[in-house]
């Protein structure tokens, strides 16, 4: 076994123990000084190997857990649900959600308190503090949100030390940070400066966006103008770049403070996302590998089509679908026998999980499929399609098959028949698709 890589293996063996238990510091040292004494006078070579590696698992065991426990304590914590005066440094770039701004920030005072401790700033959108000024606000301390819809913000914050979010609403700058993230600091800014000299405004904004990749101060109809010539890949310098495959996708990133640089226009799908997705280009991307998290029951096409324009996909499953449990059987009895107005689909899974665990709907009962691929699912179940939203959303979904209702009641009505519902009709055949 070659020595470097023993020492990383045992280095990141002791990282993943501190995430299990955490020893005493001067415990673990002490018993790392000692194996790496042994090691140092054995004679034989892989009883040093193994010694010296067993000391770095117990350095690197301690180590962890003092770092594990840094980013447990929380002075902060304990006043969630107060309001003070604070002094903090932002440390990285805004980020526009559909109703505030999001960033990371160091919180240096609170009210009288000295602290040093990272917490996710909120202000409104608007005025935007430049990475790396240092702020005086009146803020609010609120506790992070859990578990919802399978992820808990509170749980992913406090991997980054973060426990509390502080809520301002205008804020001073009283300067700048120090030390080598002012430095940090500074060197962006004079980039800034050096590639932009005497320009303002959009022009000004589109060169930061292409030599730098700073794009957080670019007004959107810019961003929006570059998607629509197909230049918008030119931007893309910075590295990490996040595309949506449709609008709610795109709104639930947006809720994260996360703007999504791609949305398909018309087609929100996979294949329309690959319409507009750009072709690698070595000349003007830096990297070329695409980070792809998706269900397990999702299709190829993305990747396929990815792989095909040169780029490079990591695959990875983010969810799996699961079938439920098939419902009481009055329900089931319900569904076969009409006594449902309409059944909503908002997915392919959702069509063949439905006929599985319960049957096709009755011939009177209104379907109403969510998008193209969904229809398309739907009628290769043998059922018929009354409803199509015009969009894939759930607002467009409801509203598509409110239309087809009262369409329904104005045609009885102007043939001089009673209106009634699809559940009160005749019952009729088995429904099949047209």
């Known amino acids: 076994m070659r020595i470097p890589h023993a020492l990383v293996g045992a280095l990141c063996l002791g990282f993943a123990l501190a995430n299990l238990t955490r020893p005493p510091v001067v415990l673990a040292l002490g018993v790392a000084a000692a194996l790496a004494s042994s090691g140092l006078v054995a004679s034989d070579s892989g009883l040093r190997v193994v010694a010296l590696a067993s000391a770095v698992v117990a350095v690197a065991w301690g180590w962890g857990s003092v770092r594990l426990a840094q980013l447990d304590r929380s002075v902060l ?43 996710l700033l909120q202000l409104p959108l608007g005025r935007s503090p430049p990475q790396g000024a240092r702020l005086r606000l009146l803020g609010e301390l609120r506790a992070p949100p859990g578990p919802s819809n399978g992820f808990d913000e509170a749980k992913w914050l406090r991997r980054q030390g973060i426990h509390a979010i502080l809520r301002g609403q205008s804020f001073r700058v009283l300067g700048r940070r ?52 197909g230049l918008y890949h030119c931007l893309a310098v910075d590295g990490l770049k996040v595309a949506a495959v449709g609008g709610v996708t795109a709104q639930a990133l947006r809720d994260w403070g996360i703007v999504a640089d791609l949305v398909p226009t018309s087609d929100q799908s996979a294949r329309g996302l690959l319409e507009e997705w750009p072709d690698f280009d070595p000349d003007l991307d830096p990297i070329n590998r695409v980070f792809l998290p998706r269900a397990d029951i999702a299709t190829d ?48 899974s959702t069509v063949r999980n439905l006929v599985g665990i319960a049957g096709k709907p009755h011939p009177t009962t209104v379907v109403a499929c969510i998008g193209p691929a969904t229809a398309k699912t739907a009628e290769e179940h043998g059922l018929r399609v009354d409803v199509l939203a015009p969009e894939p959303t759930a607002e467009a979904l409801v509203d598509a098959l409110a239309d087809h209702g009262r369409s329904l009641a104005l045609a009885a009505q102007e043939a001089g028949e009673a209106v009634l519902r699809p559940s009160q009709r005749r019952p009729g055949g088995r429904r099949r698709a047209t």
């Open 77 to 119: 914590s304990a006043r969630i649900g107060t309001a003070e005066w604070a002094v903090i440094e932002v440390d990285e770039p805004p980020r526009a959600g559909a109703f505030d701004q999001r960033m990371k920030a160091l919180v240096l005072r609170w009210g009288t308190l000295s602290v040093h401790e990272p917490v």
């Open 178 to 229: 120090g030390g080598i993230p002012g430095i940090g600091d500074r060197v962006g800014r004079w980039l800034g400066g050096d590639t932009t000299p005497g320009l303002k405004g959009e022009r000004r904004d589109v060169i930061e966006a292409i030599v730098i990749g700073r794009t957080s101060g670019t007004d959107q109809s810019l961003l929006d103008d570059f998607r629509a010539t």
């Open 301 to 348: 096409t993305l990747v396929a089509g990815l792989q095909e324009m040169g780029w490079e996909v990591d695959d990875v499953t983010a969810y799996r679908t699961v079938r439920a449990a098939p419902p009481a059987a009055r329900v089931r009895d319900a569904i076969k026998n009409g006594s449902f107005d309409a059944v909503l689909f908002t997915s392919s």
